[in-house]
């Protein structure tokens, strides 16, 4: 799990060209001036967070992004029939199956929303290939779901399979706090509803990636098959793409 982790800031290093060690013996001076790893992203450290954090203040900035919902499939059932502290363990194991594979490939997590995992690729680390980033990382988490099926049971009590839809878009979108009375950092605009439509539309077991993110990966994926959807909330109908695992 911690064979991603570098040793020094990633962000650091893109931003500034500045090598800051955050890992390692030759971290100790650095850690002494209280440079540590980030709770954002393990490949960050606290003066990113602390950069990221003034980026907030400054309200929302617009990006290009890509947007991956990983959805607990069942959870309802499984919550009917489970105990809560079990349906608890079973969330617990689920974020932590994702939160490496989102890492490794630079993306972090934005939000966990009950039982889906909302994760961002090309910020605040940008990636030029940062669809690819997210398909590789969806693929990561299906199959380790995938292998993990007894382990699930166990936890939840509950002999139900437990799958994961997963939903990729990318495209213009904007980051930083909204609210008045209750701030909350997070990502809006067409591409985060298009990735969760599309995430409600993927089958169990299935990655599916909208149009535009298939147009980035498609020298990888030169012959998986167009497939028109109606999903709610958007006039018209999208093509999106199966991603085989």
């Not at 039982?115 to 940008?126: G, K, M, R, T, W």
């Amino acid at each position: 799990m911690d064979d991603f982790k570098s040793v020094y800031c990633k962000g650091c290093w893109q931003q500034m060209k500045v090598p800051i060690f955050i890992r390692g013996p030759i971290s100790f001076p650095f850690r002494l001036m209280g440079i540590r790893p980030s709770r954002m992203h393990p490949n960050l450290c606290t003066i990113c967070e602390s950069m990221f954090t003034k980026v907030k203040k400054n309200k929302q900035i617009e990006i290009q992004a890509t947007v991956m919902f990983a959805d607990l499939r069942g959870y309802t059932r499984l919550s009917e029939h489970a105990d809560p502290a079990n349906i608890a363990r079973l969330l617990d194991k689920f974020y932590d199956e994702c939160a490496p594979a989102i890492w490794k490939r630079d993306g972090i997590i934005n939000k966990m929303i009950g039982d889906a995992v909302l994760s961002i690729f090309n910020f605040p680390l940008e990636r030029h290939n940062h669809v690819h980033q997210a398909v590789m990382a969806g693929i990561e988490i299906q199959r380790k779901c995938r292998d993990m099926q007894s382990e699930f049971s166990a936890i939840s009590g509950v002999d139900t399979p437990v799958k994961i839809g997963i939903g990729i878009h990318t495209g213009t979108a904007s980051i930083g706090e909204f609210g008045t009375a209750y701030k909350d950092f997070t990502i809006i605009g067409s591409v985060v509803n298009k990735a969760s439509r599309i995430q409600g539309a993927a089958q169990n077991g299935e990655i599916l990636i909208s149009d535009d993110a298939y147009s980035s990966i498609k020298g990888d994926y030169p012959h998986l098959e167009p497939r028109a959807y109606n999903l709610k909330g958007i006039d018209q109908p999208i093509i999106a793409y199966t991603v085989p695992l």
